[in-house]
DNA sequence: GCAGACTTGGAAAACGTTTTCCTGGAGGTC
DNA sequence: GACCTCCAGGAAAACGTTTTCCAAGTCTGC
């Protein structure tokens, strides 16, 4: 193992003069000398310990980068634009996955600050138990007490950075352009109800449907995933339009209704929500409510690594989009 | 920023003492005074520093993985089956994607080897051009040297443990399959020719139906992904059956006959390959070989931190599966 | 030529752990 | 009771960088 001290022999410099020239110092090194360390460095493949050099700087170029799941394109998405901006500004990624799991969430946050990363991610909805929560806000403060910067994709229930996707007001949206169509008898797809975000998603599209005037829908909770949506359409039944609040739940919902012979958009419209660019190619093309999911992780990053500020909520609103699962009653 | 110096301190305990309790070492330490320093630890929020620790151990508890693209299912799928061995095993996982620029999979490399990480695990295809693959396999021996463990899963060229998929005979088997259903005219909807594994699934292709005595089918090239597939089939004419060297091509195959009004698999069949997860609620089903990725991400893992044994390759063999988008001529 | 201001190079003190020795005492054996 | 072995605890030397001082030039302006 080759170290700064063995090229700095080699070099015939000191070890002060060979880490200036070889780890970006703002000192000027000669020309000469600088020649000679470059020359000894790559002669002898020196490759900086990064370990030492946290040590002694005291801060790292990672950042941590929690997410629930990978396979998920949701968090895919948002871990791809955080990822793009992170490379762009020479930070490495570390990631960590929860599948779902609040305490997980927590350990991984312990385990980033003990590896004094420069920022951390938190991407994915809050849970509605406080408990949890309480405690993981607990993690943060004592990370960002020793100069941690931390931002949330989801709830903005941390006090941190936080991008936030206007669930409610999406889904209120999209429950107003479906009654528009002329629909009048819907079922929910509701995620599970300690989830936060499918949570405040059901809340909008119900929430808007009343002050329509229109019948409460039928709720129906399944998991987060198409395995739950598939499940929870499975008992579908009288209405007119299914609202799944994930598009990942609604292909499980096209399944279900494939496998039981009930014609989308025909028998029954669909919508989901997120807009999942792997799922654009879907027969019949999902209507949704469209969120920017790589600029919301990019923004993410940004405001993380943004010393200026802090606690910022920024809201990003969804965009509904009627493609050919959803059709007009007339 | 509490060190584990303070925390001896107020425990009234020497350091070493304090390390021995907080960071698992052989030797044993009295109850009485390892039950002060845990409380002081949780008192003070001591959070160990990694850099130090990995500094003095000279091993760090991190793998690094690079990928092509962290938003296409295949690499997802991989890089999750790798990720809960890695969380098992305690270990931090650190994500970089090249989006297929072999230099920039050199870099990370050389950035992996400066963080003194566990173990590299190189996920992807490599590519025809000898010299970018020379110099990554320099840059990878000279992290080997030092004690690191590499591991790949694509074509076994860099000397490392490698978990192969076995994409020649896959697609032979396809295409045997497909040749069975009565298809005489095909078209191969192949991916960039530099890069080696959908090369090596065009050739096993291609070699069957020559073995079959069939006619030589119409090989289209295009970039590796859904676009490379719809572009390419545009062009496709006069055949019976398509092979999409991946599945996410085949989509985009599959989205260009709609748009033209050829029906699948009434006027043309398709078949792709890998059998991604995500894509199973497609419609048509679609045929493919499949791979199992994710243990062959669990696999990767498994054989670099698995020292007895080094340069092992693992081959991993595709299982035709044949479904609604390709039907039988007669 | 000379005082002052920059510049360039080096010695050495951090940074926060782990781990190798030491030391002293407790327990066992004859 | 003397000897030996074992074991818990501590002092201090690594680990490989960065960075703060210092010293010694080299300019600049007069």
New binding site residues.
């Given amino acids: 193992?080759?170290?700064?001290?063995?090229?700095?022999r080699h070099a015939?410099?000191?070890?002060?003069?060979?880490?200036?020239v070889?780890?970006?110092?703002?000192?000027?090194?000669?020309?000469?000398?600088?020649a000679k360390v470059e020359l000894s460095a790559s002669e002898l493949g020196?490759?900086?310990?990064v370990?030492?050099?946290t040590?002694?700087?005291?801060?790292s170029n990672v950042i941590g980068l929690v997410v629930h799941d990978l396979i998920d394109p949701y968090f895919a998405a948002i871990a791809d634009g955080a990822m793009r901006v992170a490379e762009g500004q020479g930070l490495m990624v570390m990631i960590g996955t929860t599948h779902r799991d609040p305490s997980r969430e927590i350990a991984y946050v312990s385990t980033l600050n003990?590896q004094r990363v420069r920022a951390v991610l938190l991407v994915g909805s809050r849970v509605a138990d406080p408990e949890p929560t309480r405690r993981l806000r607990e993690e943060l403060d004592r990370y960002r007490e020793t100069g941690g910067r931390v931002a949330c994709v989801g709830q903005d229930l941390l006090g941190t950075d936080t991008v936030v996707p206007d669930n409610r007001a999406g889904a209120a949206a999209l429950a107003r352009a479906l009654a528009g169509l002329g629909h009048r008898n819907f079922a929910v797809l509701a995620g599970p109800d300690w989830l936060l975000s499918p949570r405040d998603r059901v809340t909008g599209f119900v929430g808007a449907l009343r002050e329509l005037g229109l019948p409460e829908p039928l709720v129906l909770y399944g998991s987060f995933d198409r395995e739950g949506g598939y499940a929870a359409a499975t008992q579908v039944t009288g209405v007119t339009c299914v609202f799944a609040v994930t598009d990942v739940m609604a292909v499980g919902a096209l399944a279900s209704f494939r496998d039981r012979g009930i014609r989308v958009p025909e028998d029954v419209s669909v919508a989901g929500f997120d807009d999942i660019f792997t799922l654009r190619d879907l027969v019949p093309a999902l209507s949704t409510v469209r969120l920017p999911l790589p600029d919301m992780g990019v923004r993410a990053v940004e405001l993380a690594m943004d010393t200026t500020g802090d606690g910022r909520a920024e809201v990003v609103a969804g965009e509904v989009i009627l493609r050919e699962s959803t059709r007009g009653l007339d």
Same sequence: chains 1, 2.
Avoid: K
């Fill in positions: 193992m080759v170290t700064l001290e063995d090229v700095a015939g410099v000191s070890l002060a003069t060979a880490s200036r070889l780890n970006g110092s703002t000192r000027q090194v000669g020309a000469s000398l600088r020196y490759r900086t310990n370990a030492a050099q040590l002694a700087r005291g801060a003990a």
